[in-house]
């Protein structure tokens, strides 16, 4: 509990809620503990304390935004990668309890589990009345990605500007395929190529197919010459 509350600079009170935050739900059936001691309810709880926290953020950072713009930020910076990046950059991912298998595959790296674990922690936060602690260090840790996403979206959302051309076109969307992947479970890389109208536009690589998809789609954009009109 002492480092988790000096990764986050927030007094802890109720050690409870962030035992469960901090626990994977493979270790609660392990163990044969109750389903309410793994960190998925209050993972539900976080999110939404999340996205206020960014949305208020939003609202007052830019006031010349209209709700399309504000929605499309916020949910760059919700994502699992966004979320993955700060849960790492603090350490995050070595205070969750796993079970043996999935410790084993090497789980405690991966993406979507130390994006619920954070979001768990925000919502055990919340619970333990520290909200306005919360919103402080939420606006500390994510003002610059909100700046970064606001300065480069075409980066963030080329998936969505592709196929809105490609859709403009000729109503049809682009294609992704992926074409490999290498490396251990918890270590993959994976590549992707994104093909429309029987040509491959651009091939891109990262840790997630998603991640491979948003590269090679900006990639396309790119190379085809498309804007963000975000703003």
Request: proline content about 3%.
């Amino acid at each position: 509990m002492k480092k988790l509350a000096d990764m986050f600079n927030i007094p802890i009170e109720n050690t409870v809620f962030f035992e469960h935050a901090l626990t994977h739900p493979s270790y609660t059936k392990e163990n044969n503990l109750e389903y309410t001691a793994c960190y998925e309810r209050l993972e539900f709880l976080g999110d939404a304390v999340l996205k206020l926290a960014i949305s208020d953020i939003l609202y007052n950072k830019y006031p010349e935004y209209t709700e399309g713009n504000m929605s499309k930020i916020r949910s760059i910076i919700v994502s699992d990668a966004t979320l993955f990046e700060v849960a790492e950059e603090l350490g995050l991912p070595e205070l969750i309890k796993l079970g043996r298998h999935e410790e084993k595959q090497g789980c405690r790296k991966l993406e979507s589990v130390c994006a619920c674990a954070f979001e768990a922690v925000l919502g055990a936060y919340y619970l333990d009345g520290k909200f306005i602690e919360l919103k402080d260090f939420i606006a500390q840790k994510f003002t610059s990605y909100i700046e970064d996403v606001d300065k480069n979206f075409e980066k963030f959302n080329a998936k969505a500007l592709l196929q809105e051309y490609t859709q403009g076109k000729s109503k049809k969307t682009p294609e992704y395929k992926l074409v490999g992947e290498v490396g251990p479970a918890h270590k993959k890389v994976f590549e992707v190529e994104v093909w429309y109208g029987g040509e491959c536009l651009a091939k891109g690589s990262g840790k997630t197919k998603k991640e491979a998809e948003q590269k090679c789609a900006y990639e396309a954009c790119m190379k085809l010459g498309i804007k963000s009109c975000q703003k």
